[in-house]
Nanobody, 128 residues
Framework: QVQLVESGGGLVQAGGSLRLSCAAS????????MGWFRQAPGKEREFVAA????????YYADSVKGRFTISRDNAKNTVYLQMNNLRPEDTAFYYCAGDLGLAAKTTRARNPNEYDCWGQGTQVTVSS
């Protein structure tokens, strides 16, 4: 399984931006559907965004649509999450995840239990 390492989290004021990165350990990365999830204290892990293997198709939770953009660079084995117009309710630990068998357009791709590979996460804190 591919190993995943997130970076780019931090503290930002409401309305600000952050870009998260998730680097994969090897070139099998391009075979993985990738997703971003987040988990706030006391809450379940929730879907944020997913991207198809080639990067052409992207899917978002309603809560982030129009503010967040998922992208990937298969030559660099990296998936990104550009977060704009951040809100205090976006505060959470953000995780990237990958799976070989999923199709990004399906509802299964929004279920964290369907992903085999996970990074360690990165904290995003948005102050009001």
């Amino acid at each position: 399984q591919v190993q995943l390492v997130e970076s780019g989290g931090g503290l930002v004021q409401a309305g600000g931006s952050l870009r998260l990165s998730c680097a994969a350990s090897d070139d099998t990365f391009s075979s993985y559907v990738m997703g971003w999830f987040r988990q706030a204290p006391g809450k379940e892990r929730e879907f944020v965004a997913a991207i198809s293997r080639g990067g052409l198709n992207t899917y978002y939770a309603d809560s982030v649509k129009g503010r967040f953009t998922i992208s990937r660079d298969n030559a660099k084995n990296t998936v990104y999450l550009q977060m704009n117009n951040l809100r205090p309710e976006d505060t959470a630990f953000y995780y990237c995840a990958g799976d070989l068998g999923l199709a990004a357009k399906t509802t299964r791709a929004r279920n964290p239990n369907e992903y085999d590979c996970w990074g360690q996460g990165t904290q995003v804190t948005v102050s009001s």
